[in-house]
């Protein structure tokens, strides 16, 4: 089975982008089901349901969020519809939706997808990611073994120790929220498939997604002075993401390919 995660999309600029982008990847790498995550996929904060519906009509099965989960409040009415998006498991408090979905691919095989946020330079109070992992896990074992989690966290450590942690108990643990795509996907020693953080689908030149002038304008005002808000940027798109192939009797990955794809 090949999975394709897409990583955080930015706005305007990365919808345009997958639809132009996503049909000849599907073709050349045999995807079987595609992920992605949506929480910067309008205005760069949050997901509202036209972006949502926009980026299924372009091919996107499914999508795990973050820390900008309910930015967009329309965004709750997708998880009361019980539609095709989860938000991650460990936020503290009662939250609209689901961390974990199971979900049945068009080949047939079961795939879980657990969406899982961090603590480190995020919000402390929120629920350890990996007791959370640990239960969610349990659950998802009594009808498949092949799991994805999308671990949305700032703290390359906290992402590695993750991987570490769930290394033989999940087909893959892949970061995001970083918006910088890593060089270090592997196969972890028992099993699982690894990237710090996959990447962001958005402009290339430019800060995170973010107009990259109003970012270096915001860093070298002095203090006190008003700063310009932020812009998602326009122009030349990247489209960033892994593709897994997994076993699907035993749920191990057999291969982690980092995709980086330039709009023409």
Do not use: W
Not at 38 to 65: H, K, P, Q, V
Not at 87 to 110: C, D, F, Q, S
């Amino acid at each position: 089975m090949n999975i394709l995660f897409i990583g955080d999309i930015m706005g305007r600029s990365g919808r345009d982008g997958v639809f132009e982008l996503l049909p000849e990847i599907k073709e050349e790498y045999n995807i079987d089901y595609t992920i992605a995550n949506g929480e910067n996929a309008s205005g760069g904060l949050g997901m509202n349901t036209n972006g949502y519906e926009e980026l299924c009509r372009a091919g996107i099965d499914f999508f795990t969020m973050g820390n900008h989960t309910y930015s967009k409040k329309d965004v709750i009415k997708l998880f009361n519809a019980g539609e095709n998006i989860i938000r991650p498991a460990n936020l503290i408090g009662e939250n609209p939706g689901e961390g974990m979905a199971i979900i049945n691919t068009p080949k047939g095989a079961k795939l879980a997808i657990i969406n899982l946020i961090g603590r480190i330079y995020m919000n402390e109070d929120n629920r350890s990611p990996f007791f959370e992992a640990d239960k969610l896990i349990e659950k998802a074992k009594e009808k498949t073994n092949n799991i994805i989690i999308d671990f949305h966290a700032e703290a390359t450590s906290e992402k590695e120790a993750l991987g570490y942690y769930l290394d033989g108990k999940v087909s893959a643990v892949l970061g995001t929220h970083t918006h910088i795509q890593t060089a270090d996907e592997r196969i972890l020693p028992n099993g699982t498939a690894y990237i710090t953080d996959v990447g962001r689908t958005g402009v290339r030149h430019s800060v995170l997604g973010l107009d990259k002038d109003v970012s270096i304008a915001r860093f070298i005002l002095p203090p006190g002075e008003k700063k310009p808000p932020f812009n998602v940027a326009r122009g030349q798109v990247q489209l960033c993401g892994v593709v897994i192939k997994i076993n699907e009797e035993t749920g191990k990955a057999e291969d982690i390919k980092r995709l980086c794809v330039l709009q023409k």
